[in-house]
């Protein structure tokens, strides 16, 4: 499935699942993403563990992966999952020695991300159970295109591809604090906030959920 966008030539949504493969791919997707969440929590875990994490969302058969193209380029990419529940589950039972192998480095580094990690592998309990439900996991779009509406463009095709699969809501959650531009995005998209939490690192985040 191709979407082509209109107003902004030469830019394309699309579906990795319906694409003869394009070499590089994952590692591009990482690349983007250690560029545009920096300090996050996976950045810090390297490019290779990014560059798998994003292998197992476009290997496992509920994985969304949509990228946006400027001719052969990657700008941008959109991720999730239609069935969350169980999905780091089912990733880490396929791929816990590559995981583990690809976060080391980071560990050696920094011994105290061990506990964040290991808190985030039990997130499958945390998942959505409801069948209704897919999950948004992670967008960005290189910083040089951002703010011409290739954001908006990567939503909408995700919220198609959702409708496309019978799903009746998309669930997601971003940080609450110093992340208004963020949280303005998905609030203009039509998210409504659902709910605001801590995690157990004292992380204040909000959840959102957008009802197609
Ligand atoms: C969030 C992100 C994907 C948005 O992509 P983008 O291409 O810059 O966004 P768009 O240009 O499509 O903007 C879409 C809408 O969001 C709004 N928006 C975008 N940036 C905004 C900002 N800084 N403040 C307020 N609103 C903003 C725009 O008003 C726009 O609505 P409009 O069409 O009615 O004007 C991009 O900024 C990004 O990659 N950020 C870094 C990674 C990240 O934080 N991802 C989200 C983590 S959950």
Avoid at 90 to 96: D, M, N
Avoid at 130 to 154: F, H, N, R, T
Wanted: aromatic fraction near 16%.
């Amino acid at each position: 499935m191709l979407y082509e966008v209109n107003h902004i030539e030469n830019f394309y949504i699309t579906n990795t699942k319906y694409w003869s493969f394009y070499p590089n791919m994952f590692q591009t997707i990482a690349e983007i993403h250690l560029h545009t969440f920096k300090g996050f929590f996976l950045s810090s875990l390297g490019k290779k563990f990014l560059t798998e994490f994003y292998k197992n969302i476009y290997w496992d058969n509920s994985g969304m992966l949509l990228v946006c193209r400027k001719d052969e380029e990657i700008v941008g990419f959109v991720a999730g999952s239609l069935e969350p529940a169980g999905f780091y589950t089912r990733i880490l039972k396929k791929r816990l020695l590559f995981f583990a192998l690809y976060a080391l480095p980071a560990l050696i580094k920094q011994p105290k991300i061990f506990s964040r990690l290991l808190s985030a592998f039990r997130k499958p309990g945390d998942e959505p159970n409801d069948p209704d439900a897919a999950k948004l996991m992670s967008i960005a779009v290189q910083e040089e295109y951002q703010g011409y509406g290739l954001g908006k463009l990567l939503v909408e095709a995700f919220i198609t591809e959702c409708k496309k699969h019978g799903k009746k809501i998309i669930l997601l959650e971003t940080d609450a604090v110093d992340n208004d531009a963020v949280n303005c995005f998905y609030q203009n998209m039509g998210f409504q906030l659902s709910k605001a939490y801590q995690t157990s690192e004292a992380r204040k985040m909000n959840a959102y959920r957008f009802n197609l």
